[in-house]
């Protein structure tokens, strides 16, 4: 473990990371020697891929940046603006990892930033969220499905034995299994089995929750609804 490495951001976020990262087909047989972060902000998950052996590691973070202290050597982490500039590599990594960020790009973005991250890897681990996600600067929310037609004009399709694995894994929070995808680079000649709408899909979790919310929220209206009605005469636990 890394000495620059802080304890207090062992939580939730790098119990995912960790998580979704040592699912990777090979990652601890040493198949992964050089990661790439597209927006890396304090290098959370560059701090999980060096704890599972990963010993080549780049932080991309926008000048606006995350204020945290870093998780991980602060040179590993270069600002760029990927709003508006196009990167490229200047060595092929093993995977790129773009994590909730594509979706605040303006939609004629979108394409150009997609053939960056597969220009820089054979593999991109992505996620972005769906449309009615709560937001304050997001742009472009899309189903999996809008960005899944983006990677496969570059030659690129999601690897779904990889969802399968952290799809159960409830040490990954429940939107992060529901929006991530392991896209992989294919033959020109690929074909998948199925239709991009295939991928649009909500997890259990994510719709339990949102159930659970509806309906306290939906207690809450009754209830004021009656105490304006009756006043404070009803049964407050009915």
Known sequence: MSGAFHLHDFDEGFASAFQMLSKLPGIKKGRYSYICHFDAGHGLWLAAAQ???VQRLLGISNPSGDERPPCVDANLLKQIDLHQVKVSLPQSADLVICIDF????????????VSDLCHCAPQVLF???????PSNDDENLQWPSYWARHFAANGYYPDLAYRFRIWPDRLITPLLRQNSLLYVRRSANYKPTYP???LDVIHPAQYQALTQR???FARQLTRSTLKRLFGESIDPKA
């Open 127 to 133: 996620c972005a969220p769906m449309p009615h996600a």
């Open 102 to 113: 594509a979706q605040k790009l303006p939609e004629q973005r979108a394409k150009d930033f």
């Open 196 to 198: 991009p709408e295939a």
């Open 214 to 216: 509806q309906a306290w």
């Open 51 to 53: 704890n599972l052996g």
